[in-house]
């Protein structure tokens, strides 16, 4: 069946550590692939997003992503994060031709002093 | 301000009320979303709508009635809902459907809780 997994419910990291949110699609082709960040009480903001190319990509606030074809992951990293990362993390796909995003369950971000 | 604004932020009703939902986009956006998000499960998508024609209908009940007047604007009608349908109600817009590609521009949800 088609999926989006998001193993990780729930992470704690200190101020300053890295930082890296596992991302696993299932679905025949490699889709377009999305990285959002909701804080509380507000709508989803695009981090990045890969359709091709570079493997690598970079986006907003200093987080990344890799796509990896042999393991359809696209895990989110950041060097170093900041309190203000504090918040919901999804992970979204767009299937070659489909009309929507489909969308991980999320995984909660913590950051502790 | 992300371009799409979503109102009320939150509403409480009850199960015998009526009550809309309205998001409205600046951004020039042909393509227009509801999606409902509950806790501990994926963003479900309900309606999609192109060029103010409903392009897509994910088996929601009837209780839940869309209704795009234009490409700027987006109401969702709500009547004789259940305590199941508590949730946040989420508004999207992207340039054209079926290209996604371009990502989603999001409201910031109304809260909507039944009692």
């Known amino acids: 069946a088609q999926s989006v997994t998001q193993p990780d419910i729930h992470i704690t990291v200190s101020e300053g550590a890295s930082l890296e949110l596992r991302c696993n699609y299932s679905?025949?082709?490699?889709?377009?692939l999305f990285w959002y960040v909701q804080s509380p009480g507000q709508g989803l903001q695009l981090l990045l997003k890969y359709f091709s190319g570079d493997t690598l990509v970079q986006g907003i606030k200093g987080f990344e992503a890799e796509f990896k074809r042999s393991q359809s992951s696209f895990n989110l990293r950041k060097p170093s994060v900041h309190w203000s990362d504090a918040a919901e993390y999804f992970c979204?796909?767009?299937?070659?031709?489909?009309?929507?995003?489909?969308f991980g369950t999320g995984t909660r971000l913590t950051v502790i002093p | 301000e992300t371009g799409v604004t979503q109102t009320p932020r939150h509403l409480v009703m009850g199960m015998t009320n009526k009550k809309s939902l309205k998001c409205e986009q600046h951004l020039g956006h042909n393509a227009m979303y509801w999606y409902k998000q509950s806790a501990k499960k994926p963003l479900e998508l309900m309606f999609v709508y192109s060029l103010e024609e409903r392009v897509e209908n994910n088996s929601v009940p009837s209780r839940f009635s869309p209704e795009c007047p234009n490409s700027s604007h987006l109401f969702l009608h709500l009547h004789t809902l259940q305590p199941e349908d508590s949730a946040l109600y989420l508004c999207a817009s992207s340039q054209a459907a079926g290209t996604p590609n371009y990502g989603y521009t999001f409201g910031s949800g109304t809260r909507l809780t039944v009692v």
């Open positions: 979204a796909v767009a299937p070659a031709g489909a009309n929507n995003l489909f």
């Open positions: 679905y025949g082709a490699t889709p377009y």
